[in-house]
């Protein structure tokens, strides 16, 4: 008989757990920086990390922002590959604006270039659930999760504590083997008050205590040997409190902040100037201040963008780009500054303070550390970069995820996966 028997036994719950496949359930924990978990606020993710497995670090791919790592981590793909180039950004082919924040600008699957791990899935007959991950309810080839919650501000963890076990106690049926599902609250706290700040601390404590629920009640349905639980995040958070400023009118003037026809990202900054001006003027007047002030910030175009970057190859990432170094911010003396956020990330994916977390538990990590003769040992993965994880989650559920359907390393699993 298919479905779950609760019956209480010595206060752990029985539910026939031959009756269950095996299942991943991905958690992204938006701007948990990788040296978040030594801090001592994450007893349970810190212990998980020690028993279970740690990378030393994730790299996000550049820029490090929400909405391209969150895709790529997906999609296996960078940015220039995978379309979503920033939080914000114009299109000159559609001749409109991607924005975050607005579902009518961004939820449009057109914008959303490569085959997600849950589409890869669903194609192969494979249920999946998304629980408020960042990216569109159907990809460009019309396919959807089973199940699809879309984001929503402020929903408190317990609710999505509370859905994600709803899933897992779904039929055989009807149940998901890839449960998503992303929290963005320490990423706001950051924001708001600063990665050293006592609210981040706080609330590094909640999304541990979240963590924490998830495994007990995993645990309370026999299912520690059948799920394997990963969390990731897609950027780290630096302590931008007191920004040194970059006053971009002081390098291509008024004049030329007039001619610009479109500003992308933050704090890095892609500039489209106006085809009625003379851009490459423009250019060389940023070039030369870049030069002069080669601690602050650097100038790329396509052609002379760093190639770890992988930020060249597509029509939607402007011509040319401002990089800011950790510490600096780019305004302009036009407009007032205002409220900074006392934390920020988007800055170069080798600087540690931008780096993610990787942190696993569950068969597969057993099978790891065994391989390793490491069962009652710590083992911690070297880093390694987030495009890596799409073909871990097809690995860990027995689907084929295609070799050019990514930009992960071939093979790059084969060493811990297999005997």
Same mark, same amino acid.
């Given at each position: ?14 539910n ?13 924990i ?10 001592g ?8 990390s ?19 790592? %969150? ?10 590959s ?53 990216g ?77 629920d ?32 970059l ?14 026809? %479109? ?32 601690d ?54 080798q ?69």
């Amino acid at each position: 008989m298919d479905g779950l028997d609760f019956a209480s036994t010595g206060g752990l719950r029985s539910n026939g757990t031959h009756q269950y496949r095996k299942t991943v359930l991905m958690i992204s924990i938006d701007g948990l920086r990788a040296d978040y978990l030594d801090r001592g606020f994450t007893p349970h993710l810190f212990e998980i990390s020690q028993v279970g497995l740690r990378a030393k670090f994730m790299r996000p791919i550049f820029p490090t922002l929400t909405f391209p790592n %969150h895709w790529s981590l997906l999609t296996g793909l960078y940015a220039e590959s995978h379309g979503i180039v920033g939080n914000n950004f114009w299109d000159p082919v559609a001749e409109t604006s991607f924005y975050y924040a607005d579902p009518k600008r961004s939820w449009n699957s057109s914008w959303w270039y490569g085959e997600p791990i849950w589409e890869t899935l669903e194609r192969a007959g494979v249920k999946t659930a998304n629980l408020m991950w960042i990216g569109p309810p159907e990809t460009q080839g019309g396919t959807s999760p089973t199940f699809f919650i879309p984001w929503r501000d402020k929903v408190p963890l317990r609710e999505k504590h509370d859905q994600i076990m709803e899933w897992i106690d779904l039929t055989l049926e009807e149940r998901p083997q890839l449960i998503l599902a992303y929290e963005p609250s320490l990423d706001q706290a950051g924001h708001s008050k600063g990665p050293g700040s006592k609210l981040v601390n706080d609330t590094l404590k909640q999304v541990d205590a979240f963590a924490k629920d998830i495994h007990s009640s995993l645990a309370a349905r026999n299912l520690s040997d059948i799920v394997d639980v990963i969390f990731v995040s897609d950027h780290g958070m630096a302590d931008t409190s007191h920004p040194k400023w970059l006053y971009l009118d002081d390098f291509i003037g008024m004049e030329g902040l007039a001619d610009i026809d %479109h500003e992308d990202g933050w704090p890095s900054m892609g500039l489209r100037f106006s085809e009625h001006c003379n851009a490459t003027r423009y250019l060389e007047m940023l070039l030369a201040a870049a030069a002069e002030n080669s601690d602050k910030f650097d100038v790329y175009t396509h052609e002379t963008m760093p190639e770890r970057y992988h930020f060249s190859e597509n029509y939607r990432i402007a011509p040319i780009y401002v990089v800011p170094k950790l510490g600096y911010a780019l305004t302009n003396r036009k407009e007032s500054v205002g409220f900074f956020s006392k934390g920020n990330h988007g800055y170069d994916n080798q600087e540690p303070s931008m780096h993610a977390v990787f942190v696993a538990d569950g068969p597969f990590v057993d099978h790891i550390k065994a391989r390793r003769s490491l069962r009652q040992g710590i083992y911690v993965m070297p880093g390694f970069q987030n495009v890596e994880v799409k073909s871990l989650v097809g690995k860990l559920l027995g689907v084929t995820v295609s070799r050019d359907s990514h930009n992960g390393t071939e093979g790059f699993w084969e060493g811990y996966l297999h005997n």
